[in-house]
């Protein structure tokens, strides 16, 4: 009889081993992290190679393995970057830095309702901005545990930034590709190849994957939707303040350039020069490093021109006030407007402080728009294609001068509103955030955005594009008036701007 209990006890026990809900196996080995609140949550886990010593500034190689039970329980550094000091004006501390940097940081978060690895959920991967200089998966704000509970799983991913991914100097050897440099967007493509190949053990579905990005992660997001390299790596996008068109990115001879200089800022004469360099030198180096057309991942200077190699699902859009940071005032305003003329001028008048902040931020709100309209109509007779103009101000101090600011929906769509207590954040902010929730939910679910409380949503490719209110109302726009988009396409013609 003892036997026999102690034979169905280690049996009861094994059992309650196999269906521990805060351990996973992926192909590196086991990790241990935590339920919250319903919710497995795992953090820091390696997508690629630490890319320190030998891998310094050369795209991403495979995670190795580990042994033992990985602690998945607490956010891994953030990519080198400048975390002190910074004049971070509406970004207030729980949309940047927290906790340690490294070098040794292509580390990913997954946060998954799932059960059990036959679940089959939808994926959302989400790719940070921060203008390729700072920025990463541990700001507070980017916690998943809202979109799990609307049966998403949600990872988030750090890349490289800087010199640490940009670099691209030709003593540094080129990839099998014939690239260098350009690795935050090798980085993404291997964070994807990771989920890929591990997310059915979190209960995903490897088929069912959408790119959400920001800012500069909505640069990388629009690149790899024409980037061959990740055919096949995700199902529909989301790409949030980084417009098609609205940058021009430098090639690969400027890039080179840039990169022989820091090279000699550094003294360095060889690649072993360049890996071996303090990194805080590194970090510290005048030049600024942008991603460049090199021919092999990136081959359109305005991010990408349709039609994609990756035709899914797009919804994208803007804030309402994306440069409200840089405080435009009345002198700027009229510099503005004697170097457009006489039409900007009466379009968006202005005679004081208060008129010219408004005209101001109204004219880069317009020309926005209007680009994105020339985008949406070059997208028809792909897939569906939503845009969204995101309207509400995000409440705090200096609410009032930056308004809707760029980035300012991003904690409504994750709805982390209580990671941010700094905010006097009202019921109203509640509830905008629970219909934002639901729409990124349904299009990560669908490649749809529809059927949820906030109201109809069309799409966006047809002939006249219409945008979706989201924040203040949800409902869509009316047109621009004519005039205004007169004016803007006429410029952007006279300019070869928004050429798709």
Known sequence: MIRFVTIALCAALAACSQTDLSRVRVAQGEAQGVVENGVRVFRSLPYAAAPVGELRFRGPRPAPSWEGVRDATAPGPMCVQ??????????TGSFTTHGPISEDCLTLSVWTPARSRTARLPVMVWIPGGGLTDGGEASPIY????????????????????AFGMLAHPDIEPEEDGGRGNNPVRDAIAALQWVRDNIEAFGGD?????????????????????????????????????????ELLPDRAAAEALSVQAGQALNARSAADLRSADAAAVLGLEQRFNLYVDGVLIRDPEFATPPYVNDVPIMTGITADELS???????????????????????????????????????????????????????????????YLWTHTLPGQNADIYRAFHSAEVIYVFGSLARAPERPFTDADRDISARTVEYWANFIKTGDPNGTSGG?????????????????????????PENVREYWNRSYDAEGAYQF
Do not use: C, K
């Open 82 to 91: 400048n975390a002190e000091g910074a004049d971070w004006g509406p970004w």
């Open 143 to 162: 916690d998943g545990q809202a979109l799990a509970r609307q049966g998403v799983i949600v990872v988030t991913i750090n890349y490289r930034l800087n």
């Open 325 to 387: 940071f840089l405080q435009p005032n009345l002198s700027s305003h009229q510099r503005e407007s004697a170097r457009r003329g006489a039409e900007f001028a009466a379009l968006y008048p202005a005679s004081d402080e208060a008129s010219a902040r408004d005209a101001s931020l109204r004219s880069t709100r317009e020309a926005a728009l209007v680009g994105l309209e020339r985008w949406a109509r070059a997208t028809q007779g792909g897939a569906p294609a939503y845009m």
């Open 456 to 480: 109809a949503w069309p799409r966006a490719d047809t002939e006249t594009p219409v945008f979706m209110e989201l924040g203040d109302h949800f409902a869509p726009l009316p047109p621009l």
């Open 206 to 246: 490897p088929a069912r994957v959408t790119i959400v990005g920001q800012s500069a992660g909505g640069a990388i997001a629009y690149i790899l939707l024409d980037a061959p390299q990740a055919s096949g790596l995700f199902s529909a996008a989301i790409l949030q303040s980084a417009p098609p068109g609205s």
